[in-house]
């Protein structure tokens, strides 16, 4: 069904909820990586309640790069797409095809500026919603589904991973540091991108935004995280490549570093990120990390 026109994103401003609360976790396993799930998240009592999560829970100055704050760092979150890996360019491009194909905004071809304002970083549910209101709900997560099978099967030939990756991995281990995988993505897609990244036995957890009551921008993903971990959010940071895991990280009482290889950094910026990094090998971020002083370098 042909839509004429593009839709705004206003709507999708959220409001961060004052309280969350979530119920117990079931484990599930990828090699040595434990997967969160969760049966309810609607009124069971944890110790997510020591943890605010207001937007303001963490007072974060943009015009700082300092995250010395943190000091002693227990631990580093990580979203997948697009800040462990270059995978935003593999979504656009299946995005545009498969959305071009229904006749999506007359049939004329989305474009990067487009993708990176409307629907990256955004869960599928989401997305539903925003790109096909006219459709019922079956057929657009079906639509959805298409689009992942063919994001993976471009993924599986050309994904790579942001430069400096792997020198992040060994500074993280050598410390200690405790570590998750934060994503909005379906769990198959997560599977494949931590696998073909080397990074099975890396991450101690990866919490899945679809087994969440509320995806980024709430925070509700990133508070699952710090609890399985057992860390505070005083002693904890999150990588983030899109506006609404910005939103998320930060909303969760978390300094959040922009990984600025795609989304424009004013966007990020206006987030409320710490600052923003083009790569792991940003000489902005090695100057943060040695201010922690976790380790004599």
């Known amino acids: 069904m042909p839509l004429n026109t593009m839709l705004s994103l206003a709507s999708l401003q959220l409001p961060h909820h004052p309280h969350l609360f979530f119920d117990h976790l079931q484990k599930t396993h990828l090699r040595k990586t434990t997967i969160y799930t ?7 009592t944890t110790s997510l309640a020591r943890l605010s999560t207001t937007s303001n829970a963490y007072p974060v100055d943009s015009s700082k790069s300092s995250l010395a704050c943190l000091k002693p760092l227990q631990a580093i979150l990580f979203d997948i797409d697009g800040t462990l890996c270059d995978s935003d360019p593999i979504h656009y491009n299946a995005f ?3 959305l071009q194909e229904i006749g999506f905004n007359g049939g004329i ?4 500026e487009f993708f990176s304002k409307n629907i990256s970083g955004k869960h599928n549910e989401t997305l539903c919603r925003v790109l096909l209101p ?17 994001f993976r099967r471009l993924a599986s030939e050309q994904l790579k991973p942001v430069r400096g990756l792997h020198k992040m991995r060994k500074w993280i281990e050598e410390r200690g540091l405790k570590r998750a995988a934060v994503t909005s993505a379906p769990r198959p897609n997560a599977e494949l991108l ?9 991450f101690e957890i990866i919490i899945l935004g679809d087994e969440c009551e509320r995806q980024k921008p709430f925070p ?3 508070l699952k995280a710090l609890q399985a971990l057992q860390v505070s959010n005083k002693h904890a ?9 910005v939103k998320a990280g930060v909303a969760a009482g978390m300094p959040v570093v922009g990984m600025g ?3 424009p950094e004013k966007f990020l910026t206006a987030a409320g990120t710490s600052f923003v990094i083009k790569d792991f090998d940003d000489p902005k971020l090695w100057t943060s990390l040695k201010e922690l002083g976790n380790k004599e370098e």
Request: proline letters at 4%; one cysteine or more.
């Open 38 to 44: 969760q049966n309810r998240c609607d009124q069971a």
């Open 96 to 98: 545009r095809e498969m």
């Open 109 to 112: 071809p989305i474009t990067e």
């Open 134 to 150: 006219d459709w019922d709900l079956p057929r657009a997560r079906k639509f959805m589904e298409d689009k992942e099978d063919m």
């Open 194 to 202: 931590i696998s073909m990244l080397g990074l099975s036995d890396f």
């Open 220 to 222: 509700d993903s990133y």
């Open 237 to 245: 940071f999150v990588f983030e490549d899109s506006v609404s895991g």
């Open 261 to 263: 290889l795609r989304n």
